[in-house]
């Protein structure tokens, strides 16, 4: 695969949709987004965590892979570049979250056997924010079955997520990642900071570019 392909990654409520969203529009890019209303167990998630895990886990890995598939099949394949509000790797994060530990070993497994062909992002973008940032964002935004969201679990998120980056950069050294403080940038509102970061992108695709 020669083709960009950007994930945008954080926490719940991180600015991931809004910024792959203005990296689509910048560089022309294919917007891959993740599915929300349509999964019928968040609301139910939301309301009792550990009776829903499993089949909101399984629910958004295997539409994730199907997002995936559809995504090598009829954009990268064809050299045209992508940028997802999403990396596969978050599935891991929250089923390790959510998941009790027998499921979450039955879990791993499935999704080590369906990313196996899976294109993979050649560069990230991670987005943290303190728990008061995101629950403010979570508000704002209002998604109704969302508001429910404890300050504990947002804290929890987004530790793991914190270490799984550090943990995939280890693992993936070829794979930039570009990390940015939600908290002081404001992408949304702000023209400044928004270019900011999308010359930081730029830059690193142009570098990608020549290492190809
Ligand atoms: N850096 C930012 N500065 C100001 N507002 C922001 C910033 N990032 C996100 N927002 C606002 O916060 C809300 C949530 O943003 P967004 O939907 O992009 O987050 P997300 O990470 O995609 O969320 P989710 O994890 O639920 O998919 C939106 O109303 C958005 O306008
Ligand atoms: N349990 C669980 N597993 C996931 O893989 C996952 N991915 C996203 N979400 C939740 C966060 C937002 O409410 C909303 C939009 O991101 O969906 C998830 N919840």
Redesign the pocket.
Known sequence: MNSNFIA?E????????????AISDHFHFHLLK?I?EENPYLGKFYENIDEWAFQTEMFFLTHRFKQLEDIQNHFLHWNKPVVS??HMFKNLIFAHLTLRMDYYEKYAKIYSILTEDLPEPNMVIY?H?DVD?LL???A????NF?QSISPDYLKQLSERYDIFIEEFEREHPNVPILR?D??A??????EH?LKTILENVTFLLAKGANNR
């Open positions: 945008v954080g926490p719940i409520g991180a600015g991931k949709t809004s910024l792959a969203k993740e929300v509000d999403f987005i924010a940032t403010k964002r979570i704002m935004r209002g998604r969302e940015i939600g908290n940038t404001d992408f949304v509102n702000n900071d």
